[in-house]
């Protein structure tokens, strides 16, 4: 018997990384997996080959979830395709880092748009049936900078910052009817992102933490199916900071 037997769950951006992590790890104690990615693509539908591995139902959708009547049209057919919404995981984010006085307008709205209001689009669609259910776990996928900030990403750090504050906030108005929301708050993670970044720079990066390595995406899904399940049933409006004790 599994965690999230009977569960539907959302991930979105979830074709690689941290998102195909969860969505692998949900599937594994038992949900039915609805992954969202800008497009479905080869990666895509190895996730979803993947997750079929595990006898569940998965389907993945074509959306732009910064797109507010794309994500109406997406989170309305999965409700029609699984019957029910009960985890919903804010994972979709972009990079487009540069310190401030050389930031450009698009740079910024950008970011902020795709790694913000997507969360906003997928939450405010969402909570009618999550109401409906009277039952609903959300989980923003923030970052150590949206706590601590850091020089050459204000406008990632900023949109990270913000998925906390929408959390805390849901987590105070939907409390009532149910539903929980928390955010994870990765620190460095071996990722395609990470991987983008020089030698020196990633290795002085794993200096700075105790752990003395970087994390896992599955480091984070564990960390998701936790506030996913029912064992963080009075868990709502935290930030789980799974860095290796770097932001502690």
Sequence with gaps: MGLLDGKTAVVTGAARGIGKAIALKFASEGADVAITDLVINEAAEETVKEIEA?????????????????????????????????????????????????????QWDAVLTVNLKSAFNFIHFSLPQMMKQRDGRIINMSSVVGVSGNAGQCNYSASKAGLIGLAKSIAKEMGPKGIRANCIAPGF??????????????????????????????DIANVALFLASDLSSYVSGQVVNVCGAMNC
């Design 189 to 218: 993670i071996i990722s395609d992102m990470t991987n983008k970044l020089p030698e020196e720079v990633r290795k002085a990066w794993v200096q700075q933490i105790p752990l003395r390595r970087g994390g896992t995406p599955e």
């Design 54 to 106: 595990f006898g569940h139902k998965v389907k993945a959708y074509a959306s732009n979830a910064a797109s507010f009547e794309e994500t109406e049209k997406v989170v309305n057919q999965i409700i029609e395709d699984f019957g029910r919404l009960d985890i919903l995981v804010n994972n979709a984010g972009i990079t487009k880092d540069g310190l401030m006085l050389r930031m450009t307008e698009q």
